[in-house]
């Protein structure tokens, strides 16, 4: 049987391990912050997974057999530094070393491993329980044993990985989420729409098509004369500002940061937040269920 160490049991650790444990594989979790891992461990206890295979640390034990480690800390490059280097005096030399990351430098992350080999980039999205994609990043050390190994453990727990052809900042998926994003937020800004409608706009005619077609199939749907006609008077009038909008510093003053605080763009304080995700996690199977 597969062993993995989590470490870092927020949203994401939470998600994969719930993920590896519906799939047979046997988990270790281990957090820094205590209170953050009660409410993991309890959460995974209420799903009365059948299987034995989870086991929680409260510290990292000298020495642990586990074939891969996947850390899921904070979005911040010296604290991923700092984990995936302690991390290696712990486990075999043939334990693979990942790192969630949703876009830091993979390369500058790994670079003062013993064994940089053995280090690669494998970014989930949420919720792992069920959007299918994993970005698989080599890293400018990374073997090729790493990354073909890597890419059937993903296969092998019902994932569809990419491996991409090298590391750029943000991969690929957030680049494009961010672009789209940005346009958003300057459409905001200039009051072209309402945030309730820009919304609707995108869900309801972009978002579902893309989750049929890709940007280049549909671009050949259209035809590709017609993509550069529009491109050749659209481009200029995109918003390319190379620093985040004034938007989203106000949000971070006022600590409106999302569902988090119960107020981001939205006032989710009167939102029933379990049937809300429940019911985005039963509408995302539904989709993924007619794709197939």
Known sequence: MIKILIIGSGTMGRSLTELFLQNDVSVFLYDKNKEVL???????????????????????????????????????????????????????????????????????IGKNMNIPERFIGMHFYTPSTIIPLVEVIKSQFTSERTAKTTYDFLVK??????????????????????????????????????????????KWSVGVRLAINGPFEQRDINGID???????????????????????????????LGIKTLRGFYDWSEQDLKAYYKYKDEKLTDILELLK
Not at 76 to 104: A, R
């Open 157 to 202: 727990v019902g994932k569809k990985p990419v491996l991409l052809k090298r590391e750029i900042p943000g991969f690929i998926g957030n680049r494009i989420q961010h672009v789209i994003m940005r346009e958003a937020l300057f459409l905001l800004e200039k009051e072209v729409a309402s945030i309730e409608d820009i919304d609707e706009i995108i």
């Open 226 to 256: 017609t993509h550069l006609n529009i491109a050749n008077y659209l481009y200029e009038t995109l918003n390319n500002c190379e620093s985040p909008s004034y938007i989203l510093q106000e949000k971070l003053e006022n600590k409106h």
């Open 38 to 108: 009660r409410d993991t461990e309890n959460y995974i206890k209420q799903k009365n997974f059948k299987n034995k295979n989870f086991n929680i640390l409260k510290n990292i034990p000298v020495y642990l057999n586990v074939n891969i480690i996947i850390e899921t800390v904070s979005e911040v490059l010296n604290i991923k530094k700092e984990v995936i280097e302690n991390i290696e005096k712990y486990v075999p030399k043939e334990t693979i070393i990942c790192s969630n990351t949703s876009g830091l430098p993979l390369s500058e």
